[in-house]
């Protein structure tokens, strides 16, 4: 906007009186004039001491041109803003913009006792400095007007005040901030101008502005500037006033259209001639059409036929009286097919020119009026229930008066209804003055709680006929608004269960004594074994203890707990007992103690609700059967050491089985058989740690050893304690005896005919020590060991007499073959030898060489001889030695078949022998000999012509060879002898073959050292089949 420097300034252009000057004509001479008109309204601090020099006045005009067009800028750029803030933040933004001014916005607090800055056109290197000297925000900082004359002489009178920065810091900061702060502003200390800022015409704060220059003529501009500030503000209150109206006013707009659309009512406009013109949303849910199909239809289309009379009948009166408001029921039809209920209020808006038209407000009521005849006949099942119910049944007020009561009640106490509808309880004389007190007492309480109280139970003697009753009695509150407003109460005769009781109870003494009395034990527990009852328990611990426990921790041994819970479960699971089932536990005294069990169900309505557990004591059974078991096994180990005895003729056999047996019988592992030699004993079985029986027998008195003192006495010496007789044991056994834990020996002499011919030791282990019985069951084994020890003695020395004759036919047999083998050879070398030795006599070169292929024929049969007879001297000496390799039975044959075709030239040789079979670990020269030996004697003990097969083939764990032929056979009692040594068939072929009788012995002697095994089998007339086996290496497969 422009100015009016006629009005702004009436004395320029007016110099020395002049009042003729044109005006808006600028006259330096005027100047100081137009100051005074600039400053006027201004409370100055000073005055100008002079007039200033022509060029100052026309530099401070052009200064005072651009200070008017700088605040008309400003208001310009204010003019139409709507917001307080972005207000302020023009006006500190064009200030910060000019480069030559400075403003503060400056607004008083919510007590109206401080200012603060809200808004700034200092720099933020400014704002910073000064924050850093004053150590407090500038934003936070509070100007308190009881401090500062100059700012209260603002805000507080409204007066326009200019002053110095100096003289505003001075009430503002300590005195050592303040130059640091002017030095920080950059205007040195030129004067500021402080004018007042109106909201709704009342003083809120200040507008502070301070030029380099000319701060005077400032004056009339800074406070029009506050004056348009001000008045931008109060438009701004307005206009947010305004906005606040409108928005509150479509909030209010869009809550009743939410209202209207949401609500379960339905609102409904209708045209005078009744069709539909709106319906709310609403109308969907109850008509089940879309408003788009509804709209423009008649309104009494959607009406039962029945209900339309009163409809139009309600729309005669709307029209006929338009203030009435008219509220019906009627039936309306929906899309589905089906009727609903619905209430309606009509009213007659056709006179209000924003409705023109019948306003109908309804709702669906239609689940309400079914609840409502649900609720009348739930009242009318109550009052049948009310009425036919077991337990008596009365409504009482607060005050005692009887309501209502059942028939039940009635008959309970013999009265009639009349007689106490309408009455105070306390009135009727239906029980006997106690009890009644004992009932009001109940009542009251009931009433004051307001809670219901537990169910009480009253013994009563009824009035009239003095009849005992037993009732027990529960009651609920009635309340309304939070107080009690009646009783109803519950009434149960109970005479007939408290009879039960009795008798139960009675029943229960009676069954607890007798389980009490009874020796075994009975206890009920529950699936887990938690015991609920028991009749007995261990000395020293009350049976309430018991209870709650486990049955297996408090009846079994650990090793039956499993078993005992198992036979609970399967009771609980079948429903049918587990009978004589025999556990180990602890008796009253915690005695170990065996007991037979039965587990019974406890069943209630066909389900087992828990077990009973009759343990009766069978320790005394099971004694006398353990000993008569007891002494079964050692009848049965007499038995069998009896059996072995007259079975068995090797004496070691019988001494170790008879050694096993009491071990088995006694549960030791120590013991042996001493045996006479030459009147010297020596270890002959023995089992245990017992590597020199002499070095732990202690000795007796004399130094003599005890077993000696067996052996002398002929009597058995027992040692209960070892341990105990460390003393008079050698030094060497003291180890043994403490680490193997040795405790008892017994020392029975081995006698026959009066002789003593051995000792047998037994020893126990731990604390383990033999008892009477055993001890004398030991010596019923030594008799019949002893015997058995006679008969192997004597048995021996006539198999050692009869070994000495069989060999010495089998010396006589080797001497008689080996001297006829050998003679045969010698004599044909001898006799070529003499005729080529005679001197008379000269042969020719063909004969002398055939005689010398004699003699080289028949040194191969010498050392063939030789060399059979060496390897078997090996073989049973254990000599003959094994280089073996890994190697395959195919390979071996492989490398036999020129040796195996020529010991077969006359016959027809067959080889079946797989290449894929397993490999063996074997010495190949010793089993290539085992097969040539083999198909030597086929192709001897078989016609010419006839075929040898040679076949292999695997077994489990083995490989077996075999060679068969078509030869003369081997009759079955010779089949078990033809591996012996010397063994030849008596037959012309035999003779005719020769030999030592030593070929196959070799080859058993060769295939038992690779660990398997040889046999023949054969069919006389038809030929032999001759097998030997190889053990598979395992990993050596493939």
């Not at 403003?103 to 200012?115: C, K, T």
């Not at 195919?890 to 079979?917: D, Y």
Request: hydrophobic residues 40%; charged residues 25%.
């Amino acid at each position: 906007m422009g100015y009016n420097w006629g009005k702004l300034f009436p004395n320029v252009g007016k110099a020395n009186g002049d009042e003729n000057s044109p005006s808006g004509e600028v006259r330096p001479l005027g100047f100081y004039a137009m100051t005074q008109s600039l400053t006027d309204g201004c409370t100055p601090l000073r005055t100008l001491e002079s007039t200033p020099p022509r060029d100052a006045v026309d530099s401070s005009f052009r200064e005072l041109l651009a200070i008017i067009h700088f605040t008309e800028k400003v208001s310009t750029k204010i003019h139409g803003l709507r917001d307080v803030e972005e207000i302020f933040n023009v006006v500190a933004d064009e200030f910060t913009r000019s480069g030559r001014y400075m403003a503060n916005i400056l607004l008083l607090g919510e007590d109206g006792a401080s200012l603060r800055i809200v808004r700034t056109s200092l720099s933020p290197q400014t704002i910073e400095a000064i924050e850093n000297v004053s150590a407090e925000r500038v934003n936070d900082y509070r100007i308190k007007l009881a401090e500062s004359s100059i700012f209260r002489r603002v805000v507080g009178e409204g007066e326009t005040v200019q002053a110095r920065a100096s003289e505003i810091l001075a009430e503002l900061l300590p005195a050592e901030q303040r130059p640091i702060v002017l030095n920080a502003l950059g205007v040195g200390d030129r004067p500021s101008i402080i004018t007042p800022l109106t909201r709704r015409g009342k003083i809120v704060g200040a507008l502070t502005v301070t030029s380099t220059a000319l701060s005077s003529y400032l004056v009339p501009s800074v406070k029009t500037l506050a004056r348009h500030i001000s008045a931008a503000m109060d438009l701004a209150d307005e206009s947010a006033e305004r906005k606040r109206a409108e928005q509150a006013l479509e909030q209010r707009e869009q809550q009743f259209r939410s209202l209207i659309e949401n609500a379960p009512d339905i609102i409904a406009v209708l045209n005078p001639d009744m069709t539909l013109r709106y319906s709310s949303p609403a109308a969907r849910r109850v008509h089940g059409y879309e408003l788009e199909e509804m709209l423009g239809t008649n309104g009494f289309s959607l009406i039962h036929p029945e209900d339309v009379p009163r409809a139009v009948e309600g729309m005669r009166l709307l029209v006929q009286n338009p203030c009435q408001t008219v509220s019906m029921g009627l039936r309306i039809h929906a899309k589905d097919g089906s009727w609903r209920h619905i209430e309606l209020v009509g009213k007659n808006l056709l006179d209000d020119p924003s409705v023109r038209g019948f306003v109908v407000n309804y709702r669906d009521v239609t689940e309400r009026m079914r609840a409502e005849e649900a609720l009348r006949d739930s009242e009318q099942k109550f009052r049948m229930i009310f009425q036919n119910a077991n337990d008596g049944i009365v409504y009482l007020s607060r005050e005692g008066l009887i309501t209502d009561a059942n028939d039940r009640i009635m008959g309970m106490f013999g009265k009639k209804r009349e007689e106490v509808i309408g009455r105070r309880f306390d009135e009727i004389a239906f029980v006997d003055a106690r009890e009644m007190a004992r009932i009001l007492e109940w009542f009251r309480l009931t009433v004051e709680s307001g809670e219901a109280l537990a169910p009480t139970e009253f013994e009563i003697k009824r009035a009239g006929d003095g009849a005992i009753l037993y009732v027990e009695t529960s009651a609920s509150v009635i309340k309304k608004g939070g107080s009690v407003d009646g009783v109803l109460i519950l009434v149960r005769d109970i005479t007939h269960r408290k009879r039960i009781e009795a008798a139960l109870r009675e029943s229960e003494a009676r069954w607890r004594s007798l389980a009490e009395n009874i020796p075994d034990i009975i206890t009920t527990v529950d699936r887990e074994g938690t015991i609920l009852f028991t009749n007995h328990a261990p000395s020293g611990i009350s049976k309430e203890r018991i209870i709650g426990t486990n049955i297996v921790r408090y009846l079994c041994i650990p090793e039956e707990r499993e078993a005992m819970q198992n036979a609970i479960r399967r009771v609980f699971d079948t429903g049918r007992p587990v009978s004589d089932y025999e556990v180990r536990g602890y008796g009253p005294d915690g005695s170990l103690r065996w007991y037979s069990c039965c587990v019974g169900p406890i069943q209630q309505e066909g389900k087992t609700v828990a077990v009973n557990v009759i343990a009766a004591d069978i320790t005394e059974r099971k004694n006398s059967e353990e000993e008569v078991l007891k002494r079964n096994r050692e009848l049965t180990v007499l038995n069998t050491i009896a059996q072995t005895i007259s079975e068995s003729i090797d004496l070691d056999e019988i001494l170790t089985n008879t050694l096993r047996r009491i071990f088995e019988l006694l549960g030791i592992r120590h013991g042996a058989f001493l045996l006479m030699r030459r009147g010297t004993l020596f270890s002959r079985i023995q089992e245990g740690v017992m590597p020199e029986w002499g070095a732990l027998i202690p000795r007796g008195h004399n130094g003599e050893s005890i077993v000696h003192l067996a052996v002398r006495s002929g009597e058995p010496f027992f040692v209960e304690s070892l341990p105990d007789s460390l003393e008079s044991v050698p030094p060497e056994a003291v180890r043994i005896i403490l680490e193997e834990r040795l405790k008892s020996a017994l020392f029975v002499p081995l006698k026959a005919k009066g002789d003593v011919l051995g000792i047998m030791c037994t020893v126990t282990q731990g604390e383990r020590v033999f008892t009477p019985e055993e001890r004398e069951l030991l010596k019923t084994i030594g008799h019949q060991i002893s015997t058995a020890i006679e008969n192997a003695q004597l048995l021996e020395d006539a198999s050692r007499a009869e070994a000495l004759e069989e060999l010495d036919k089998l010396r006589t047999a080797l001497l008689a073959s080996v001297s006829h083998e050998l003679r045969t050879p010698l004599t044909a070398i001898k006799g070529i030898a003499s005729s080529l030795t005679q001197p008379d006599v000269v042969w020719d070169a063909e004969t002398q060489r055939d005689f010398l292929n004699t003699i080289e024929r028949e040194s191969d049969i010498l050392t063939r001889i030789v060399e059979d007879l060496m390897k078997m001297s090996q073989i049973e000496a254990g000599l003959l030695t094994l280089e073996k390799k890994r190697s395959r039975v195919s390979s071996i044959v492989s490398q036999l078949r020129n040796q195996l075709r020529a010991l077969g030239k006359n016959h027809q040789i067959e080889i079946k022998v797989p290449r894929r079979l397993p490999a063996v670990y074997v010495d190949e020269v010793r089993v290539g000999e085992v097969i040539t030996n083999l198909i030597a004697n086929a192709a001897a003990y078989s016609d010419p012509g006839t075929k040898i097969t040679l076949e292999a083939r695997r077994l489990p764990g083995e490989i077996v060879i075999s060679v068969s032929d078509e030869g003369i056979g081997i009759p079955e009692e010779h089949l078990e002898k033809v591996f012996d040594r010397f063994y030849r068939l008596e037959s012309g072929v035999a003779r005719r073959r020769g030999g030592t009788g030593l070929g196959l012995a070799i080859c058993k002697g060769i295939v038992e050292q690779h660990g398997g095994r040889i046999w023949a089998e054969s069919t006389v007339g038809k030929g032999s089949k001759f097998s030997f086996s190889l053990p598979i290496m395992e990993n050596l497969e493939g």
